[in-house]
């Protein structure tokens, strides 16, 4: 059983020890990190420590996005992901919304902060025009200024609240996707405050996406210490679901490779090749933040394109 | 020369609806009755749907809900991550478990997960979610033609039938290769009318033929029913209403869009 002293130590050659290896099964979700590690916003729990002037990943390429949402259909993706970063800093976001809508359902991660009426007005048109689904999800931290702006930054919360009404405005409806920062048993109560500030703020039929703390980026520095979990390992994966994790069905490309999931991408050992073409077909679950995806199931997707239930195969 | 199959999905103890399609099938003449899982839930007196499902000889796969029931577990374990909708399936599920005798639960532990049919040169496959997972949710607007492509081409079938979302759709994906979802009988699929639905399939070597049936029944008794074993006042809305109004979650952006709330 490796605890996370232990890793270093136990990792030979590149191999990990006792960690257990999930293959790809299926390539059901394609993430796309648009705009790499830059963001306009820095909030104190970023996962990839996005932020202003952050180049550790750069900007994707239309031929990048064009090449390999090709390869994916040619691979039977099921659901396109757009993030970063924050995705529309790329003046050519929207035209690749229109383009992977003609082969997939759609989503984009988006801190709400740059969505002014054009904006919505083409978001609407391209959802309307399309098949398949668009998501937009819009993160936000509190259901009151001084809670969210104190994570996300001054001025983010009215910034939010304003997109989040013109969206609605426009037809749509955006995923309000927040970070667990209470304690658990007061999820009732939070659940609430967001749902009523989200209607008061003019968006009459809010939908929200709730997600855990993550143990990565900035959040790892908040939080250290504060406590210890436990990596994944092959006993805890007998007689578990591992469609539930999310490198069994996804993967990311970004602008240094293909990596394993949207949560690793600062660590090196998780990139998997150059391209979905070349990469390796299996990972090992060596981190932190796999024990998140164990615990709390693939998070990172849209609650429509997971399974009903828990961890227990069927 | 064809062959005709009627194809039930989730009854969620809807015993009304499901005895009106029996009666519109007999009516109209099928050469089977098949029922993709889902028995119980939502829906009042849980024990009255088995006897006409074994009498109109229906032959049933077991759907995730079944599933829980016949393992003796004591939630649906459907993981919900908002709270409120985790409130609703859990007094959904301690009611069936409650009101579901234990031959009934027997049974159900009997049943197949899956079922293979060879059907005039056609190879179905009927199964509850999808053929790789009995739980998993599958959109019309969510599930792009390679995706089914690649789902059809796994499972070795022409054509899947599957229910568990709630809400009928069909694609032909190429010549002879379709995905069906047959719809529910145990309450309406969030479009404001009080109707329910199943498929008729119409089979021959160079046909298939999708027909989604609706069926009219006594919704306002089923209310009552409701009523009297103290169901959520919010489930007989949404039989009375045809909108969903509880585990709205589930739904992507273009089907939630299209409901009430």
Known sequence: MLSADKTVKS???????????????????????????????????????SGPGVRTFDFLSRETIQSELRRAVQFGVREIFFTGGEPFLHKELLEFLALSLQYAP????????????????????????????????????????????????????????????????????????????WPENDELSAIAGFMQMLKEAGYSRPRIKILPPLPLGRELTRIEGAHQEALVTEEMLRGFDRDLLMCSNSRIVTDRGVWVCPLLVEKPDARLGDSLENSAPAFELRHRACHTCYEYGTFCQNISGTVEGTGKEL | MSTRLALLGGIYSNYRALQAALTHVKTRGADGIYCLGDLGAFGPYPDRVFPLLRDAKVRCIQGNYDNSLAGGLEDCQCGYTDPRDNHFARISYRYTNENTSSENKAWMRGLPHQLRLEVEGHKLLLCHGSPRKMNEFVWNTTSPDQFLGHLLQDAEADVVCATHTGIKWHRQIAPGKHWINVGVLGRPENDGATNVWYTMLDLAPARVNVEFVPVIYDDGSLAQDMREERLPQEFIDTILTGWWTTCLEILPHKERASGKF
């Not at chain 1, 290896?21 to 059901?28: G, Q, T």
């Not at chain 1, 702006?149 to 409806?173: M, N, P, Q, W, Y």
């Open chain 1, 11 to 49: 990792q030979i050659g590149g191999f990990c020890l006792g960690c257990p290896r999930v293959e790809l099964k299926h390539l059901d979700h394609l993430w796309f990190q648009v705009t790499g590690t830059l963001c306009n916003l820095a909030c104190s729990h970023c996962f990839n420590s």
């Open chain 1, 106 to 181: 759609t989503t984009v991660l988006t801190n709400g902060t740059l969505v002014p009426e054009h904006l919505a007005e083409s978001l609407a048109k391209i959802e309307k025009a399309s098949r398949y689904s668009l998501e937009i999800r819009i993160s936000l931290d509190g259901y009151t200024e001084e809670m969210n702006d104190l994570i996300r930054g001054e001025g983010v919360f009215s910034k939010v609240l304003a997109a989040t009404a013109r969206l609605s405005r426009h037809g749509l409806l955006p995923l309000i996707t927040i970070v667990r920062t």
